[in-house]
Structures are given as structure tokens and as C-alpha cells.
């Protein structure tokens, strides 16, 4: 009986991947955790570097060192990009196929069409020479996202004074049976308008249009969110496996909006400590079941491109890492990783292509290398070996090399 335990530090990557030269050439030297502590030299992080953050990067610097003891590996991502929806569900043991990239725009008929076959009245807005967006019902917007890369990321935003979150969910629903981006976000909040919405509406590049969702107060009041991805298929990956085998799922952060699980223990959230006190509560909690947790304002001092503010968010990590492992009993297993990287010093503020670090801890295991994984489909492949249930659809468990 134990706890398999993942805290993917969003963004925190070790090195870019091989492949960025030819995939994206933005990333060229990108290494989110090396540029930090650079930056950073006076950053305490003492437990990150026992458990192999170092090793993990492949170089030292000046009071950071490798340890001897640390267990430690890297992973490829093997998702296209550098996503954290698609990161995520790697993690949990699926490889989504490929989407399409494209604009709204080169969609819009076909989902206003489909929109109005299942009875939802549907405007187009927009300048006749300028991409344009959806209004439905006259309280939902669908259009492009503007927050991450262009082209991948389609956002379903409603008003909830207007429309429940459920009915929302089916908008959103409906307009992912129609498109091939990689995600559609539906979500919404309270205390808007479709005046808020509309105001808040931007177009880019003369192709892309949609609504900029910070500046229309949707995350506000009330905010609900589902991330509906393209090729999922819950069934086969670890949280839904568990499920099916009446083993806990905890899933704390925003791991909670964008994995699918039948568990009640959700716990969505942004600020780290507050996710973090979600995590020692849960240990105290589950005596045998899988509890991931992803803090997600490292990520976002990633897109700040702010050095100072990520070196905060991983002293605040660290600090809670140690109550972690004081709390871990003897079967437990521990692994703190990423999902992709986002280097703030590399000159843009989009997620970085890199590898990622996977430190492990579990009592009286020491100096294990479970070199570079091809896949983060490895920590599901590992944690369903670790539960003894079916495999996820993807990747290959190294639980044995942790003499378990």
C-alpha cells in the first residue's frame, strides 16, 4: 500500500530537444532550469538539487551540484510542440494524433452550420476584409485563442449569468466534433457581458481573430473550464484505469481541468501554496492511490520572461517538496517533472521545446539513472505497473529499476 505521487513544475525544462533546429528554431539554446539559476544565483533550492535537478540538467555551477545519491532521468516529449494540455495527457499515457493548425476563420461555416443544425442561433462578428468570430445565443463567443501558439487552440467563452456552465459544455462539445486543432477551451464567468466579450475582441495578423480573455474579465468571478482535446480518449489512460480498478485519484492544480477522471477529488487552482496544502491534505487522506499536482505559476513567470518571479515560484515549490517527502511512508513514489519548458530568457514568451527533468523519490533508493525515456507516457506506463492494473495506451513502465 503507497502513494504514486507526480508534481510537474509546468514549464521547468532541462535542454532543448535535438529536433528544435528543424521544428522550431525559436528554442535554439533554450534550458529553463539552467537560465534561472543563472539569473538567479542566490536562489534556494536545496531539496530540487538533492533530488537531482543538476544531474538532471547535465552541468553544475557554483553551489549547485550534482548528487551522487539523487535518482534522476530525462524525457523527450514525444507530443508535437510544446504544449501543456498535450504534455499533460502524454503524461497520463496517450499520444494524441497530430491536429491540424489553423485559423478559426478557415472553420467558421462549418461550425456555425453545425452550431445551427443543433438549434443554437448564430451570428458571425467581424469587419467584412478581417477574420471573424462566433456569437451563439447571444452570450457565447467562439473563436480563436490568443494566449498560446496560433492556429492550435479554438476558445468557447460564455457568459454563466446567461447560460449554465453545462449547457456551455455542450456548445464546446459540438464545435470540437467539427474541428482537428488540438484543443478547444470552453469556458466561462460571472459578472460579464457579451458587451465584455465583444470589447475584448482582437484580430492578429489579418487572420486570426478572437477574444482576449484576460482583458474581458471572464477569469474574474465564478470561472469554470473544461479543455476538450483532439483524439482523447480517457479510457486509456492512468486516472480513468485507476477508476475502473477503485483506486484514488487526486488531481490538484490544473491538472484537474484538463485530465478526465470519474474521482470527486478535483482540486483546480492556480496559487502554489494553496495547491500545495491540496497536496499534504490528500497524503493525509489517500493511503494507496495516485495524486498529481501541477503548479502552473512557474509556467506563467515563463510567459512573464521574468526571471526573478520564477526563481519565487521554485523556492515556494521546494519548500513544500520537503514537507512532501517528511510526510512519505516507505512504498510511496515520488517523481517531480515537467510537461515542456519556457525559458524566459530566450527572447519570445512562448513554451520552449525542451526535455524535461524526472527526479524520483521513494525511501531507501538511491544513485538511480533511469536515462533519457523517449515519452512522459513512461510515468503512467511506471504507475499502472507501481498499481498493478492495465497499461495505458502508451509508454513503458521503469519500475524495475527502482529494484521494486
Not at 233 to 248: A, F, G, M, Y
Not at 274 to 292: P, S, V, W
Request: with cysteine; aromatic share 6%.
Amino acid at each position: 500500500m503507497g502513494r504514486f505521487m507526480v508534481i510537474v513544475l509546468d514549464s521547468f525544462g532541462v535542454g532543448a530537444m535535438e529536433d528544435v533546429e528543424e521544428v522550431r528554431p525559436a528554442d535554439i539554446g533554450s534550458n529553463t532550469a539552467l537560465h534561472v539559476i543563472e539569473n538567479n544565483p542566490s536562489i534556494r533550492i536545496p531539496n530540487l538539487l538533492k533530488l537531482g535537478l543538476m544531474n538532471a540538467i547535465g552541468e553544475e555551477r557554483e553551489n549547485f551540484e550534482m548528487y551522487s545519491s539523487a535518482n534522476w532521468g530525462t524525457s523527450n516529449l514525444s507530443h508535437q510542440g510544446a504544449d501543456s494540455f498535450l504534455g499533460h495527457q502524454e503524461i497520463m499515457g496517450t499520444i494524441p494524433p497530430i491536429p491540424k493548425i489553423e485559423a478559426f476563420n478557415n472553420s467558421i461555416d462549418k461550425v456555425k452550420s453545425h452550431l445551427e443544425n443543433y438549434g443554437y442561433t448564430v451570428k458571425t462578428i467581424g469587419g467584412e476584409n478581417e477574420p471573424n468570430i462566433l456569437v451563439v445565443n447571444s452570450c457565447v463567443t467562439v473563436g480563436d485563442n490568443l494566449e498560446t501558439d496560433l492556429g492550435q487552440v479554438y476558445n468557447v467563452t460564455g457568459c454563466l449569468d446567461r447560460i449554465s456552465f453545462e449547457e456551455l459544455t455542450k456548445i464546446g462539445k459540438a464545435v470540437r466534433e467539427v474541428v482537428k486543432v488540438s484543443r478547444v477551451i470552453t469556458f466561462g464567468g460571472e459578472d460579464i457581458t457579451l458587451d465584455n466579450l465583444l470589447k475584448a475582441r482582437k484580430v492578429i495578423n489579418h487572420t486570426y481573430a478572437g477574444v482576449d480573455a484576460p482583458e474581458s474579465g471572464v477569469y474574474n468571478k465564478g470561472y469554470q473550464v473544461v479543455h476538450l482535446g483532439y483524439g482523447i480518449d480517457p479510457n486509456v489512460q492512468i486516472p480513468t484505469i485507476l477508476d475502473k480498478n477503485n483506486i484514488d485519484v487526486a488531481l490538484i492544480g490544473k491538472v484537474a481541468d484538463i485530465v478526465q477522471t470519474k474521482s470527486e477529488r478535483l482540486y483546480p487552482g492556480v496559487d502554489s501554496q494553496y495547491l500545495f496544502n491540496h497536496l499534504l491534505k490528500q497524503m493525509d487522506e489517500i493511503e494507496h492511490g495516485f495524486i498529481c499536482l501541477n503548479i502552473q505559476e512557474t509556467d506563467l513567470a515563463g510567459h512573464a520572461e521574468d526571471t526573478q518571479k520564477y526563481a519565487d515560484k521554485l523556492e515556494i515549490s521546494d519548500a513544500n517538496i520537503k514537507q512532501v517527502l517528511n510526510k512519505m511512508i516507505d512504498d510511496d513514489i515520488l517523481i517531480i517533472m515537467a510537461d515542456h519548458g519556457n525559458d524566459p530568457t530566450i527572447g519570445h514568451s512562448q513554451h520552449t521545446r525542451e526535455r524535461v527533468p524526472i527526479l524520483l523519490y521513494s525511501k531507501g533508493i538511491t544513485n538511480i539513472s533511469i536515462g533519457t525515456r523517449k515519452t512522459l507516457s513512461d510515468i503512467a506506463a511506471t504507475a499502472s505497473e507501481y498499481f498493478k492494473v492495465e497499461r495505458p495506451e502508451n509508454g513503458n513502465s521503469f519500475l524495475s529499476k527502482l529494484k521494486y
